[in-house]
């Protein structure tokens, strides 16, 4: 049994001892339909991967390739001379030793000392691809990995990220200069820049990142999954790991689970949030907190971007939704189109994606609660929804608020800020949650119960806060006036209204079981 190619980044390694997912007719179709092509997915996606597959197949390591869909589609008796750059090989933190590291990797690529004069990687780069093509008669390939990650690494220090997103801007125009020189350019990475802020002088890309025939060219689908590593199955129920894993959609025709993600889980066969793990959104929460904005948690997930909002990621500008599509903290949900252009429904992906974002949301932005006692007050909820005691349900968010500094909510904006901290906490908890649930008579603003993959038949109940100068009982008879609990007839149902009093700083609730066809 072949091992399982958890971190696996090199091509031929793969291919020698661990399981290859076979994406060569991906691969083919990439290569034809275009001389310079850029690709973006979230990181842990299996891009270095792709890079050197591509590496391996133009180079023409034809054994590597045996019993793959291009072996037989191939010119093997053409090779082309390749130059990869890995962005994120190089120290970034400072722009003089980042500069130096990469025309010494360019100038060794020459086989050659940096000359006395020092000169730039561009000249080092126009020097390379003009030797390459006359040693070897072919015009070489030109493959950039992690583009962006210099910009990324650094996104938190504004001035500094400036700076070298237009280094890199400088150094990348280079290509536009060489294009009768290039066989083949692909460029990946995580952020999708726009042409204005860094692609400028190269124009000429072309953005497959949401083309549906390359929508499965990177990530495995379920097909994939059970036909590749049917031996690390046994025992795993489908619908519960892709309730868990699977989600992302890039307009292929099938979603895709993130590699990093399912490997991880059939090593340990246990459900657990790995991808979140290997790097939360930290630089999300310095931007948001530098903005000052507060982002309506409640919306994000069902948020409509346009397409030139969605490939823009100029920084500090971009919406906050771009960042998290961006980032893989939100997916494609639908394409739209209509008279005014495409744009795109987005949603969060899958369970551990939503769970684990709104426990990052909550803990370092909005800064309401430790994780300490976020997981008591998780468990408490888990175990009061269980038992259908609405009484305990309610007595967790009263906790929760109560621990609230209330001197750092500006009164203004009090309802959204509470409204978000228990959106937040509600995911978070891994509880199955509809924030502004649609009705057919409105919006009510929460509605909970546990996941459905572990509880069939859970019972719901239906929230309304509201931030007021205390009036017992009113947002409760707002509840039953606007029938909004009679979406959830078909199981037992409770209705709650949750007053906080913002003069005293108090959360109060009432609650009522309604009339239900099933117990």
């Not at 020189?181 to 990142?209: A, C, P, Q, W, Y």
């Not at 949301?361 to 038992?387: G, I, Q, T």
């Not at 029938?483 to 959830?488: A, E, L």
Request: with cysteine; charged share 30%; net charge negative.
């Amino acid at each position: 049994m072949n091992r399982l190619p958890i971190g696996i980044q090199s091509f031929d390694k793969i291919r020698k001892d661990y399981i290859y997912v076979d994406k060569t007719e991906y691969i083919h179709e990439l290569v034809n339909s275009g001389a310079y092509i850029f690709l973006s997915r979230p990181r842990r996606f299996g891009k270095s991967l792709l890079v050197d597959t591509l590496r391996c197949l133009f180079e023409g390591r034809e054994k590597l390739f045996k019993g793959l869909w291009i072996h037989d589609r191939w010119d093997w008796d053409k090779r082309y001379p390749v130059i990869k750059i890995d962005m994120g090989s190089f120290y970034n933190k400072d722009l003089n030793i980042f500069d130096n590291e990469l025309r010494t990797y360019l100038t060794a690529c020459l086989k050659k000392k940096p000359d006395k004069e020092e000169f730039s990687p561009k000249h080092y780069m126009i020097e390379l691809v003009r030797f390459m093509e006359s040693s070897f008669d072919q015009k070489p390939v030109i493959l950039i990995d992690e583009y962006d990650k210099p910009i990324l690494d650094n996104i938190e220090k504004k001035e500094y990220a400036v700076e070298i997103r237009d280094y890199l801007r400088s150094f990348y125009e280079v290509f536009k200069a060489l294009d009768e020189h290039i066989k083949f350019f692909l460029m990946t990475g995580v952020s999708k820049f726009s042409r204005v802020s860094l692609f400028s002088g190269l124009n000429n890309l072309e953005d497959i990142s949401v083309y549906p025939e390359f929508g499965t060219i990177l990530g495995y689908t379920e097909k994939e999954i059970f036909r590749q590593f049917h031996d690390y199955l046994a025992g795993v129920e489908p619908g519960k790991l892709a309730y868990w894993y699977n989600g992302y959609n890039f307009l292929g025709t099938e979603r895709v689970y993130n590699p990093f993600d399912i490997l991880q889980f059939l090593k340990t066969k246990r459900y657990q949030n790995y991808w979140f793990r290997t790097g939360t959104p930290s630089f999300l929460i310095k931007i948001m907190n530098e903005r000052g904005e507060e982002p309506d948690l409640a919306r994000i997930e069902n948020s409509e971007l346009s397409a030139g909002l969605l490939d823009s990621f100029d920084v500090y500008t971009m919406p906050i939704e771009t960042l998290l599509f961006q980032s893989g903290y939100l997916t494609v949900k639908e394409e739209i189109e209509s008279p005014r252009g495409i744009s795109y429904r987005l949603e969060i992906p899958n369970y551990e994606v939503r769970q684990s974002l709104n426990r990052e949301f909550l803990f370092n932005y909005l800064k309401s609660v430790s994780s300490r006692d976020e997981e008591e007050y998780a468990n408490r909820a888990w175990l009061a929804l269980e038992k259908k005691d609405v009484d305990g349900f309610l007595n967790v968010i009263k906790s929760l608020f109560a621990g609230i500094p209330y001197s750092s909510v500006d009164l203004s904006r009090y309802e959204d800020y509470y409204k978000s901290v228990l959106y937040a906490f509600l995911l978070g908890a891994g509880l199955e949650v509809i924030c502004e649930d649609i009705t057919a008579r409105g919006r009510m603003d929460i509605s909970v119960r546990l996941p459905e993959i572990y509880h069939r038949n859970s019972a719901v109940i239906v929230m309304e806060l509201k931030v007021v100068n205390r009036e017992e009982g009113r947002v409760l008879r707002q509840i039953k006036e606007k029938g909004y609990h009679k979406k959830y007839m078909d199981r037992t149902c409770f209705i709650a209204g949750l007053e906080f009093d913002k003069e005293k700083k108090e959360l109060y609730t009432q609650w009522e079981k309604v009339d239900s066809k099933a117990e």
